[in-house]
């Protein structure tokens, strides 16, 4: 985003924070706060399965209340396309975020550690290769 704000105009600046202001606080709400439950499942209740089919429900949930969200307020094509953007990036964060409630269930942070140490050097490498 900062890296827009410098070299972008004030309008995509705002269709962004547009899009973002739209789909994180469906997001947020659909996450349920499954990790924590799947990570303090210790009596094994439920299955990773079972969760990330829950996951995936409430993610096509969002998308469908993202929708009608558009649909409602008459956002043109353009910033749906950022909606939709923001949704699939959550949505795929909120995947590996199932993953990663399976590996605390495991006490397995070895795995997570090396996990988010990747995603963060390959999100720098994304900025970096944006700049040049």
């Given at each position: ?41 210790a ?56 993953v ?20 963060g ?12």
């Amino acid at each position: 985003m900062v890296l827009l704000a410098k070299l972008g105009t004030p309008s995509m600046v705002g269709d962004l924070t547009l899009g973002l202001a739209i789909t994180s606080p469906v997001m947020t709400l659909a996450a349920l706060e499954l990790q924590a439950l799947q990570s303090t499942d210790a009596g094994g209740q439920h299955t990773f399965a079972a969760y990330l089919r829950l996951r995936l429900l409430t993610s096509v949930g969002a998308l469908l209340v993202l929708i009608a969200v558009i649909w409602l307020t008459g956002l043109d094509r353009a910033k749906s396309l950022i909606v939709f953007a923001f949704w699939l990036t959550k949505s795929a964060d909120s995947v590996s975020d199932t993953v990663y409630g399976l590996l605390c269930r495991y006490e397995r942070m070895d795995k997570m550690g090396v996990s988010l140490v990747a995603r963060g050097v390959l999100r720098s490498e994304e900025h970096t290769s944006e700049l040049q």
